[in-house]
């Protein structure tokens, strides 16, 4: 074969492998797409029914806002990349910098919709989307480029101090944990609902739909392996390491959830996200019992958290639990990554206990200084809340003029 003859083949395979994982991390992008839509049904199936349509406005509209702030701001600040370039540039190596700038803007827009529904049933509409947009564009991005891209010399700091970069594979900390942290601020912020609290004592609210709510665990649960798996973002990284440490992870979390949290559905269907936050970070060096075992603490975490808060926490009304869901779980798997991801527990190693407590801080420290910027700044300027005629009648009908079913 000739020179000439390698060349072209050389071209070829060159071309079919930018194809390949142009087409592999666009199909992750979907995935992690379709998981907004789970967002969507847990929080409807969650809140009563005066407020699920705009549970479902929330999401959708979030997630737009989320595209325009990322496209032209967060994605420059993280990556250092911007598209105010001619098309022809943009089509380079098939539109790969475009495919991944959508798979990473799936992984922004979750910061809004874990807030959703923290904040669920009392929100003002529009001064909440004007949030969103400020914290994917400015806050987010922060923190995901210094895990993600080395910004501002913190990944070698942690690297040339404790042996070891802080390693988060697929967003623990840097999606989950930032998003359960903004939340806790918003939330803190913006107070308990209207009748949630009688005599120092909660009245229950309970869930308005569980089929619809279990609809929405098991679409995010599915996306969710596009969220792991796919976070290689080429074909020749994908692991299927990651896919089993997030499948059974996502065991653990389900059957602890099921014990502690005494056979109730909504625990139950939470128990499974709660396993796959904590497993993001390390599901690409754990053994598979180790992520078993962060699994099945994060469902407990999550569970007993959330009864504690939702009991003791009179001024803190987290309606889906998103704070320990995302923020304590996340920062549980970025913790535990640095324990079950070591060799001497079955692990790939190339991890710092160290760093993964100081990488999970920092994270937590950049979520919360950002989100109590963000709201604060909005409760001065707009107001966060509903008023109370608003609330009672439900954000259906106070925002969007039409409720979840109507009668001819």
Known sequence: MTSLDLTGVNSAVETLMSGTNT??????????????????????????????????????????????????????????????VGAEALAANNGYELVKFFFL??????????????????????????????????????????????????????????????????GSVVVHAVGGWIAFAAITLLGS??????????????????PFLALGAWIL????????????????????????????????????AMVVGKNDPGFIHNGPLAGLVAVCAGSDIMHPIGALLVG???????????????????????????????GLCGVWGGVATGIFGASSLGGLGGVSLVSQLIGSLAGVVVALVGGLLVYGLIKVVAGLRLDEESEFNGADLSIHKIGSTSLD
């Not at 379709?34 to 407020?51: D, I, P, Q, S």
């Not at 569970?303 to 704070?323: E, H, I, P």
């Open 296 to 326: 099945g603490v994060a469902g407990a975490l999550f569970v007993y958290v959330f009864t504690l808060a939702q009991n003791r926490f009179t001024k803190f009304d987290d309606v889906l639990g998103v704070w320990p869901l995302h």
């Open 105 to 170: 803007l799936t992984f922004a827009a979750a910061i809004p919709a874990i807030v959703s529904g923290g904040i669920a049933e009392r929100a003002k509409f529009y001064p909440f989307l004007l949030a969103s947009g400020l914290t994917v564009a400015f806050v987010y991005p922060v923190f995901e480029g210094m895990i993600w891209n080395g910004n501002y010399g913190f990944q070698n700091w942690l690297e040339n101090s404790f042996g070891a970069a802080f390693h988060d594979f697929a």
């Open 193 to 210: 609902r209207n009748g949630r609290y009688r005599n120092g004592k909660v009245v229950a609210f309970a869930p308005s739909n569980i």
């Open 221 to 256: 649960t599915v996306g969710w392996f596009g969220f792991n798996v796919m976070s290689a973002q080429t074909v020749d990284g994908i692991s299927g390491l990651v896919a089993v440490n997030s499948l059974m992870a996502m065991v653990g979390g389900t059957l602890v």
């Open 23 to 84: 087409l592999f991390i666009l199909l992750g992008a979907i995935m992690v797409l379709l998981m907004h839509g789970g967002f969507a049904f847990l929080e409807l199936g969650t809140v009563r029914h005066k407020n699920q349509v705009n549970a479902l406005v929330k999401i959708l509209t979030d997630f737009a806002i989320s595209t325009l702030a990322y496209f032209f701001i967060g994605y420059q600040i993280a990556y250092g990349t911007n598209f105010l």
